[in-house]
């Protein structure tokens, strides 16, 4: 019991600071703004590990490699401390590499969750608030997702439906890459 609640407090923290910085490296592709309060906000969460990184791995072009790196990092450690959790034990030399392979496999998992997250907000708030405050950060982060589905789906009229098609495909990815992670790791 204790061990479960331990796990899922560890899960919530690394699937949100992994996210953060897939943000951040999210806002780096497509060059958002980095003083509107949002960009911040990630900036300053993500800093303390993103900046040493930074010394070592350097970005190019519209890579941020140094914030990739830290949520694979990120990954890494949350599926050799759940796997610590789960068997009270370290795993295996053997599993390292395994792991390595998974961790990018979370990494991707929670790039899709986050693209369905922003893509849910977005589409709820332009029902309910198409002036809020964050819909222009979030049109920002989901237009370059967006607009290649909306040039391929026919033309509905008033009616949008490339944020459900897009949210199809990340969930979709998502159930691929969790059951790619698990028989690659166990975990």
């Known amino acids: 019991m204790f061990g479960d609640a331990l796990h899922f407090i560890l899960n919530i923290a690394c699937t949100l600071f992994g996210i953060a910085l897939i943000v951040?490296?999210?806002?780096?592709?497509?060059?958002l703004h980095p003083f509107n309060p949002y960009s911040q906000a990630v900036l300053r969460i993500t800093d303390w590990l993103v900046q040493p990184l930074r010394k070592v791995v350097r970005p190019s072009g519209r890579i941020d490699w140094p914030s990739l790196l830290a949520s694979w990092l990120t990954a890494l450690v949350f599926l050799l401390l759940s796997w610590l959790l789960l068997t009270g034990a370290l795993p295996p030399p053997a599993s390292l590499v395994p792991a390595l392979l998974a961790s990018v496999f979370t990494v991707l998992?929670?790039?899709?969750?986050?693209?369905?997250?922003?893509?849910?907000?977005?589409?709820?708030?332009?029902?309910?608030?198409?002036?809020a405050p964050v819909m222009p950060?979030?049109?920002?982060?989901?237009?370059?997702?967006?607009?290649?589905?909306?040039?391929?789906?026919?033309?509905?009229g008033g009616l949008d439906f490339s944020p459900?098609?897009?949210l199809v495909l990340a969930q979709l990815g998502?159930?691929?890459l969790q059951h790619l992670s698990f028989s690659v790791f166990g975990v």
């Open 24 to 31: 951040r490296a999210w806002m780096y592709a497509i060059r």
């Open 109 to 131: 998992k929670w790039a899709l969750n986050l693209v369905l997250w922003l893509t849910l907000i977005q589409a709820i708030l332009s029902w309910v608030n198409p002036l």
């Open 137 to 156: 950060v979030l049109h920002t982060l989901t237009a370059p997702l967006l607009d290649p589905i909306r040039r391929a789906l026919p033309n509905t």
């Open 164 to 166: 459900l098609v897009l």
């Open 174 to 176: 998502m159930m691929l």
